[in-house]
């Protein structure tokens, strides 16, 4: 009977990524762990050479990730950390781009039966809670990232929450007429974030302003670019009373709102969404998302799934965290 390295990782007790690990050499494992590896790999007959035909006898040494769009800032870190994770075993990463002309249940229901991977990352795919369950009763191993299902490991933003973090940091501070620059209605992400902003402001007794919500073209990535914002901007400096401050469904969108502000040589404190690279350069004020860290632990729990039968189910969600540069550094109405 010949051994693959699932066999191999279930008798050491560690996940086929450390196996892997193992056999390219790699110094992220212990040295109890490999010599214990090493070990159960001679005494079963198992050849490190062996590795990758063994395992392509049984499955496809793929890993597959599943995203709406590839041009979205969030999206290419979530992706940075798959590839990262990825990168030191010997399986392969594909990525699935779901259609928006097409319903994306469809879509990834008719990917799933194909069974081109031996796992998948499905990454801002949003779908309902039976959409969800009928996907998973494919049998199919797979973590979502930005989602979220009561029967699927999952890793998941409280997006609701970030909003309302942003939020509430300018009415702490005596803001009263604090605008919102949205993206389209149909990304839940912004809804959520929408939420949350509304939710806040009537918390503190303050009834939200339809002219201070404000969007531009949404035709693009949901809405979720530099134009958006610059677009959104202008509007709201185009109403008779500016507003006091700002938050942004994005850190896009907040660099476009920037934009619009310099030509018109005013300043109001924005708190963007996301905390993508750029932001940290021009001082861009916003709510950190761990993208990266989502795509890292996401793919780990994936590659250490397979071959397993059954485990318990791992469902995280993060509260983003308020990250404050030199875009909030504006007087305040009040002292603190």
Known sequence: MSHTIYDIARRAGVSIATVSRVFNESAKVS???????????????????GFARGLARRKNNVIMAVVPLLSNYFFLQVLNGIQHTISETD????????????????????LLGRRWADGYLF????????????????????????????????????????????????????FSRIALITAADRS?????????????????GITPDDPLTARGSTDYRDGFNERNGYE?????LALDEHPEAIVC????????ALSAMKEQQVHIPIIGYDDIQLSEYIGL???????YEMGCKGTKLLLDNLGEESSALVQKNYT???????TTRAKSNRKD
Not at 249 to 256: F, L, M, N, P, R
């Open 320 to 326: 983003p965290e308020l990250i404050l540069r030199s």
């Open 91 to 110: 399986f392969e990463l594909h990525i699935y781009n779901v259609k928006p002309e097409e319903p994306a249940f469809s879509q990834v229901k008719r």
């Open 232 to 236: 959104a901007m202008l509007q709201l």
């Open 31 to 49: 040295p109890a762990t490999r010599e214990k590896v090493l070990h159960i790999a001679r005494e079963v007959g198992y050849m490190p050479q």
């Open 123 to 174: 990454v801002s795919i949003h779908l309902s809670e039976g959409q969800w369950q009928e996907i998973n009763q494919l049998g199919q191993q797979m973590i979502l990232i930005d989602d979220a299902c009561t029967s699927c490991n999952y890793f998941q933003i409280n997006n609701k929450q970030g909003a309302r973090i942003a939020t509430e940091y300018f009415l702490d501070r005596g």
């Open 188 to 204: 839940i992400p912004a809804a959520k974030r929408c939420e949350g902003y509304y939710e806040m402001l009537r918390e503190y």
């Open 249 to 256: 469904v994005s850190d896009i969108q907040a660099i476009g």
């Open 285 to 291: 004020s916003t709510m950190r998302q761990p993208m």
